[in-house]
């Protein structure tokens, strides 16, 4: 499991984790999309997943959340940053849970990058014991 770097101010705790699965694939992903960055948007059906986008792809507004962000590098490789984001509006919802990012069979939505792979990204969120509801 990789935890997030803090993003939020005046929070100390990560938000946001890739499971060992989501990280081998992005790992892949970044080999064959260069970087990336995730965005969650509430959304329902596919909307509802969190969607992989090669970085700058998707256009984040003030009307975004970072809820934290990650270096995929191994030791001793340059950074391999990706950013994770969520609409405001959903983080409203999810502002007392830690979400972890993993990968299961099955195709998802045509638009996240791992579609062509036969798997998805999905969230497992669990309550965090520190967080105070998003204002």
Do not use: K
Request: one cysteine or more.
């Amino acid at each position: 499991m990789l935890d997030s770097a803090v993003t939020i101010e005046n929070e100390t705790s990560s938000r946001v984790a890739l499971s060992d699965a989501a990280v081998a694939l992005l790992r892949r992903l970044q080999g064959i999309h260069g970087p990336l960055m995730f965005h969650q948007s509430g959304g329902c059906c596919d909307g509802s997943s969190p969607m992989c986008f090669p970085a700058g792809d998707f256009m984040t507004s003030a009307q975004d959340v970072l809820l934290g962000r990650f270096d995929l590098a191994e030791p001793g490789e340059e950074p391999q940053p990706i950013e994770f984001w969520m609409s405001s509006e959903q983080f409203a919802y999810w502002s007392h849970t830690h979400l972890t990012v993993d990968v299961v069979p099955g195709r998802g939505s045509g638009f996240s990058v791992e579609a062509p792979e036969g798997v998805r990204f999905l969230i497992r969120s669990r309550l965090m014991e520190t967080a105070e509801p998003f204002a």
